[in-house]
């Protein structure tokens, strides 16, 4: 079975939307239909990675993917797998909690190759970091599912710098993605650089040096919560929202693209390389998107600029 395109390239769909509903109730012919278009509109894209994590739809996002697979032979083979673990949902009185044990990760992965009806996931990301968890163990067993041809490339995601590094002392191949949220509303992956030393900093809770640890690394960017829910695009919740929503579409008129295209330029733009993950479900919307995921950015240093100030609503320091 060959391998798409790396985890680092163009757009990601992601498949979050995927399955029916949240609750754990089964999903029918529509799910997988509605499923099967969102795959469609994603590859007449460009898209050729698709993300999943195993608890999405507690399982289902992965089982209608695996469906989608089985009406379509040779599908698999055009496409990158990138799923996660580590997350338990809530389950009656147990609350939902964190679990990166060595044989838990095994039998994740085993259980998400049976939904997805396939033998290889070509990138697994450890979804959370696990207080609990021992590098030690997590690297045994990835290493396992590695030697065994189940897993081809390894990543995480949520996780700072040091807990890359940490992770990474133990593993004999590298970590290659880190999965953040990151889009023009959600900024402090990018304000943690530029408020240091400024009453600013305390109120900014990301850990300042991932991004030039991943950069530094080779470690590919990927960005959940890209398109930011819409906010810019047609749900405005504050007055800065509408305004960079405004600018937002200006931008698209004069370069003759969509807001959401826009959107996902201002993440490419940045030197780290960021790759939007995208996860509507809505096949017009997935192709608003193409021109992010063919074409390099077309947006200059002011404009990349005019669009952070609009959302940031203040001055920079």
Known sequence: MTTGTHAGNGLVYGCMGLGGSWQPEPYGPADVDAAEAAVAAALDSGITTFDHADIYRHGKAEAVFGEVLARSPGLRERLTLQTKCGIRLPDGDRPGHYDLRGASVVRRVEESLARLRTDVVD???????DPLADPDDVAEALTSLHRQGLVRRFGVSNMSGPQIAHLQASLPF??????????????????????????????????HGTLEHCRAHGVALQAWGSL????????????EDRETAALVRRLAQEKGTTPETVLLWWLQRHPAAVVPVVGSTRPERIRACRDAALAAPRLDHQEWYDLWLAARGAPLP
């Open 123 to 129: 990138v697994l990301l450890l979804h959370r970091p």
């Open 174 to 207: 590298p970590l290659e993605v880190n999965q953040l949220e990151m889009s023009l509303h959600h900024r402090d992956w990018l304000e943690s650089g530029v408020v240091v030393n400024t009453a600013e900093a305390a109120g900014n809770g990301f850990p």
């Open 228 to 239: 930011a829910q819409g906010r810019y695009t047609g749900r405005p919740v504050t007055p």
